[in-house]
């Protein structure tokens, strides 16, 4: 049984807007991941920064334009909450980025195996 030249142009179509599509996601997974690293170096150097300080040491944390004071400990636990997040969502991004770059190799081979088979 063959397929018709419609039918599998069509088909090939399909896959092609398939693989481009996945092509797309994963650059911008891609960059949501560098985001996340970059912010979460940024979150690990404030918070060794914080951990050298003594504990009655003022910190004031950027609230809109101003600045308010905190207490040392909510500050340290503030960054630890807000890294085990990030490590979350990283994470999330990578399964992501997994799923996308399948989706795109089986693409890739679906396209290949029509050419090799002629579509019958």
Do not use: C
């Amino acid at each position: 049984m063959s397929i018709s030249n419609e039918a599998l142009q069509k088909l090939l179509q399909e896959i092609e807007q398939k693989a481009a599509f996945s092509q797309q996601q994963i650059g911008i997974v891609k960059a949501q991941i560098a985001a996340k690293n970059r912010e979460g170096r940024i979150l690990q150097l404030t918070s060794s920064e914080v951990g050298t300080l003594p504990e009655d040491t003022n910190v004031y944390e950027g609230v809109g334009k101003m600045f308010v004071w905190s207490p040392t400990a909510e500050v340290k636990q503030r960054l630890t909450a807000e890294s085990e997040e990030l490590k979350s969502e990283t994470s999330n991004l990578e399964k992501k980025l997994h799923y996308l770059e399948t989706t795109y190799k089986n693409s890739q081979q679906n396209i290949e195996q029509l050419f090799r088979t002629g579509g019958g």
